[in-house]
Protein backbone atom coordinates (compact mmCIF):
# COMPACT_ATOMS: atom_id res chain seq x y z
CA UNK A 1 0.00 0.00 0.00
CA UNK A 2 1.31 3.26 -0.49
CA UNK A 3 1.97 6.01 2.01
CA UNK A 4 -0.13 9.33 1.11
CA UNK A 5 1.40 12.23 1.90
CA UNK A 6 -0.65 13.27 4.36
CA UNK A 7 0.49 10.79 6.55
CA UNK A 8 4.52 12.47 6.55
CA UNK A 9 4.32 13.97 10.29
CA UNK A 10 5.12 17.70 9.55
CA UNK A 11 1.41 17.96 7.73
CA UNK A 12 -0.27 16.81 11.18
CA UNK A 13 2.28 19.98 12.36
CA UNK A 14 1.13 21.82 9.72
CA UNK A 15 -2.75 21.56 10.34
CA UNK A 16 -4.05 24.98 11.23
CA UNK A 17 -5.44 25.87 14.50
CA UNK A 18 -8.33 27.83 11.99
CA UNK A 19 -9.59 23.74 11.09
CA UNK A 20 -10.00 22.78 14.62
CA UNK A 21 -13.39 24.46 15.37
CA UNK A 22 -14.63 23.90 12.42
CA UNK A 23 -18.51 22.72 13.06
CA UNK A 24 -18.11 19.48 11.42
CA UNK A 25 -18.08 17.94 14.93
CA UNK A 26 -21.05 19.06 15.93
CA UNK A 27 -23.74 16.79 17.52
CA UNK A 28 -25.89 16.89 14.35
CA UNK A 29 -23.17 14.67 12.76
CA UNK A 30 -22.18 12.86 16.00
CA UNK A 31 -22.22 9.81 14.24
CA UNK A 32 -20.80 10.69 11.14
CA UNK A 33 -17.69 8.69 9.40
CA UNK A 34 -14.68 10.72 8.96
CA UNK A 35 -11.42 10.95 6.90
CA UNK A 36 -9.52 8.23 5.51
CA UNK A 37 -9.86 9.82 1.68
CA UNK A 38 -9.70 6.93 -0.76
CA UNK A 39 -10.33 4.19 1.28
CA UNK A 40 -13.54 4.95 2.46
CA UNK A 41 -16.10 2.95 1.03
CA UNK A 42 -19.30 1.64 0.96
CA UNK A 43 -18.43 -1.59 2.76
CA UNK A 44 -18.73 -0.55 6.44
CA UNK A 45 -21.73 -0.27 7.65
CA UNK A 46 -20.44 -0.49 11.46
CA UNK A 47 -21.96 2.41 12.72
CA UNK A 48 -22.90 2.09 16.19
CA UNK A 49 -26.48 3.06 18.05
CA UNK A 50 -26.69 6.40 18.72
CA UNK A 51 -27.27 7.28 22.13
CA UNK A 52 -26.31 9.16 24.95
CA UNK A 53 -25.09 12.62 24.80
CA UNK A 54 -23.66 14.26 21.73
CA UNK A 55 -19.84 13.92 21.82
CA UNK A 56 -16.93 16.28 20.50
CA UNK A 57 -17.80 19.41 22.37
CA UNK A 58 -14.61 20.64 23.62
CA UNK A 59 -12.21 22.45 21.68
CA UNK A 60 -8.99 19.69 22.30
CA UNK A 61 -11.96 16.78 21.62
CA UNK A 62 -12.59 18.77 18.14
CA UNK A 63 -8.70 19.54 17.19
CA UNK A 64 -8.12 15.40 18.11
CA UNK A 65 -11.06 14.74 15.59
CA UNK A 66 -9.32 17.05 13.08
CA UNK A 67 -6.14 15.32 14.04
CA UNK A 68 -7.39 12.04 13.71
CA UNK A 69 -8.94 13.05 9.97
CA UNK A 70 -5.53 14.92 8.29
CA UNK A 71 -3.61 11.55 9.23
CA UNK A 72 -5.66 9.80 6.66
CA UNK A 73 -7.56 7.87 9.48
CA UNK A 74 -11.22 6.40 9.06
CA UNK A 75 -13.01 6.60 12.34
CA UNK A 76 -16.30 7.54 13.94
CA UNK A 77 -17.24 9.60 16.97
CA UNK A 78 -19.00 7.83 19.92
CA UNK A 79 -22.12 9.47 21.57
CA UNK A 80 -20.26 10.19 25.17
CA UNK A 81 -21.74 7.73 27.37
CA UNK A 82 -21.79 6.86 31.60
CA UNK A 83 -22.11 3.27 31.82
CA UNK A 84 -22.15 2.94 35.44
CA UNK A 85 -19.78 2.52 38.38
CA UNK A 86 -17.37 5.27 37.08
CA UNK A 87 -17.55 3.61 33.82
CA UNK A 88 -17.39 6.04 31.13
CA UNK A 89 -16.68 6.37 27.31
CA UNK A 90 -15.54 10.77 26.89
CA UNK A 91 -15.02 11.87 23.70
CA UNK A 92 -13.85 8.55 22.07
CA UNK A 93 -13.82 7.00 18.63
CA UNK A 94 -14.51 3.83 16.83
CA UNK A 95 -11.62 3.67 14.68
CA UNK A 96 -12.37 1.91 11.37
CA UNK A 97 -9.23 2.26 9.15
CA UNK A 98 -5.92 3.13 10.49
CA UNK A 99 -4.09 1.64 7.05
CA UNK A 100 -3.21 -1.95 8.78
CA UNK A 101 -6.49 -4.10 9.92
CA UNK A 102 -6.20 -4.30 14.20
CA UNK A 103 -8.60 -6.54 15.95
CA UNK A 104 -10.78 -6.00 18.67
CA UNK A 105 -10.95 -2.37 18.95
CA UNK A 106 -13.82 -1.02 20.71
CA UNK A 107 -14.18 2.50 22.04
CA UNK A 108 -11.10 4.52 22.63
CA UNK A 109 -10.48 8.00 23.94
CA UNK A 110 -9.92 10.22 20.69
CA UNK A 111 -6.35 10.85 22.12
CA UNK A 112 -5.52 7.66 22.47
CA UNK A 113 -7.01 6.82 19.27
CA UNK A 114 -4.47 9.03 17.35
CA UNK A 115 -1.72 8.45 18.97
CA UNK A 116 -2.29 4.64 18.73
CA UNK A 117 -2.39 4.64 14.93
CA UNK A 118 0.30 7.31 14.88
CA UNK A 119 2.41 4.34 16.68
CA UNK A 120 1.42 1.53 14.59
CA UNK A 121 2.01 4.07 11.09
CA UNK A 122 5.41 5.49 12.29
CA UNK A 123 6.81 2.95 14.62
CA UNK A 124 5.16 -1.04 14.20
CA UNK A 125 5.05 -0.65 10.20
CA UNK A 126 8.40 0.61 9.87
CA UNK A 127 9.85 -1.65 12.77
CA UNK A 128 8.39 -5.21 10.90
CA UNK A 129 10.45 -4.21 7.74
CA UNK A 130 13.26 -3.36 9.50
CA UNK A 131 13.55 -6.59 11.57
CA UNK A 132 11.76 -8.69 9.30
CA UNK A 133 11.42 -7.63 6.25
CA UNK A 134 8.03 -7.70 6.02
CA UNK A 135 4.84 -5.62 6.22
CA UNK A 136 2.35 -5.68 9.15
CA UNK A 137 -0.79 -6.53 8.23
CA UNK A 138 -2.38 -7.30 11.11
CA UNK A 139 -2.05 -5.72 15.39
CA UNK A 140 -3.87 -7.79 17.01
CA UNK A 141 -5.11 -6.58 20.71
CA UNK A 142 -7.33 -8.07 23.78
CA UNK A 143 -9.49 -4.87 23.04
CA UNK A 144 -9.82 -1.05 24.58
CA UNK A 145 -12.96 -0.53 26.74
CA UNK A 146 -13.80 -2.42 29.55
CA UNK A 147 -15.50 -1.44 32.80
CA UNK A 148 -12.90 -3.08 35.77
CA UNK A 149 -10.42 -2.26 38.27
CA UNK A 150 -6.62 -2.50 37.78
CA UNK A 151 -5.54 -6.14 37.14
CA UNK A 152 -9.64 -7.32 37.30
CA UNK A 153 -9.64 -7.03 41.26
CA UNK A 154 -13.06 -6.52 43.31
CA UNK A 155 -11.69 -3.91 44.84
CA UNK A 156 -8.82 -1.03 44.01
CA UNK A 157 -8.72 1.62 41.59
CA UNK A 158 -10.33 1.97 38.11
CA UNK A 159 -8.19 0.69 35.25
CA UNK A 160 -7.88 3.36 32.40
CA UNK A 161 -10.04 0.84 30.09
CA UNK A 162 -12.34 1.33 32.07
CA UNK A 163 -12.44 5.03 30.52
CA UNK A 164 -11.73 4.24 27.52
CA UNK A 165 -8.46 5.60 27.72
CA UNK A 166 -5.87 2.02 27.43
CA UNK A 167 -5.65 -0.44 24.43
CA UNK A 168 -3.86 -4.17 25.14
CA UNK A 169 -1.89 -5.01 22.50
CA UNK A 170 -0.82 -9.18 22.24
CA UNK A 171 1.00 -9.19 18.70
CA UNK A 172 1.57 -8.59 15.23
CA UNK A 173 0.83 -10.82 12.24
CA UNK A 174 3.48 -10.26 9.24
CA UNK A 175 2.75 -10.60 5.26
CA UNK A 176 4.52 -13.88 5.51
CA UNK A 177 2.20 -15.25 8.44
CA UNK A 178 4.26 -15.45 11.17
CA UNK A 179 2.94 -13.88 13.96
CA UNK A 180 4.92 -12.16 16.42
CA UNK A 181 3.42 -12.34 20.24
CA UNK A 182 3.86 -10.76 23.28
CA UNK A 183 3.45 -13.73 24.91
CA UNK A 184 6.83 -16.30 23.41
CA UNK A 185 8.27 -13.08 21.29
CA UNK A 186 9.17 -11.26 24.41
CA UNK A 187 12.07 -13.83 25.49
CA UNK A 188 12.30 -15.31 21.88
CA UNK A 189 14.46 -15.30 18.99
CA UNK A 190 16.42 -12.28 18.82
CA UNK A 191 14.78 -10.56 15.87
CA UNK A 192 11.26 -10.98 18.09
CA UNK A 193 13.01 -9.75 21.23
CA UNK A 194 14.45 -6.50 19.35
CA UNK A 195 11.28 -6.55 17.63
CA UNK A 196 9.07 -5.74 20.39
CA UNK A 197 11.51 -3.56 22.21
CA UNK A 198 11.91 -1.08 19.92
CA UNK A 199 8.10 -0.95 19.88
CA UNK A 200 7.98 -0.86 23.36
CA UNK A 201 10.82 2.05 23.44
CA UNK A 202 8.85 3.79 20.78
CA UNK A 203 5.46 3.40 22.67
CA UNK A 204 7.08 5.20 25.86
CA UNK A 205 7.74 8.18 23.58
CA UNK A 206 4.09 8.52 22.43
CA UNK A 207 1.42 7.21 25.33
CA UNK A 208 1.57 8.10 29.12
CA UNK A 209 1.81 4.77 31.17
CA UNK A 210 3.33 1.71 28.75
CA UNK A 211 3.62 -1.11 30.51
CA UNK A 212 5.32 -4.50 29.29
CA UNK A 213 5.76 -8.38 29.92
CA UNK A 214 9.11 -6.78 32.29
CA UNK A 215 6.34 -4.73 34.59
CA UNK A 216 4.37 -7.76 35.97
CA UNK A 217 3.35 -11.39 35.60
CA UNK A 218 -0.29 -9.99 34.83
CA UNK A 219 1.70 -8.49 31.22
CA UNK A 220 3.19 -11.48 30.02
CA UNK A 221 1.01 -11.56 27.00
CA UNK A 222 0.70 -7.87 25.92
CA UNK A 223 1.52 -4.26 26.07
CA UNK A 224 -0.63 -2.32 27.92
CA UNK A 225 -0.97 1.07 26.55
CA UNK A 226 -2.77 4.09 27.81
CA UNK A 227 -2.74 7.96 27.67
CA UNK A 228 -2.43 8.75 31.89
CA UNK A 229 0.49 9.43 33.58
CA UNK A 230 3.15 11.10 31.85
CA UNK A 231 6.22 8.62 30.77
CA UNK A 232 5.48 5.59 33.20
CA UNK A 233 7.33 3.18 30.97
CA UNK A 234 7.87 -0.27 32.04
ZN1 LIG B 1 -4.43 -2.89 29.79
Known amino acids: MTIPMLFKPRMLLAVAAALALSACF ?3 EAMKQYGGGKRTSASRPDRPQAVGTPSFT ?3 AKQCAVDLQRAGVRFTPLPNQNHGG ?3 SIDSVKLLDIGTPVTNLGAMTCPLARNFAAWVQYAVRPAARAYFGA ?3 KVETFGTYSCRNIYGGRSGRLSQHASSNAVDVAGFVLADGRRIMLDGGWHGDKASQDFLRALHKSACRRFG ?3 SP ?3 AAHYNHFHLDMSGNGYCR
Open 214 to 216: DYN
Open 58 to 60: SAE
Open 26 to 28: GAP
Open 135 to 137: EAV
Open 86 to 88: GCT
Open 209 to 211: TVL
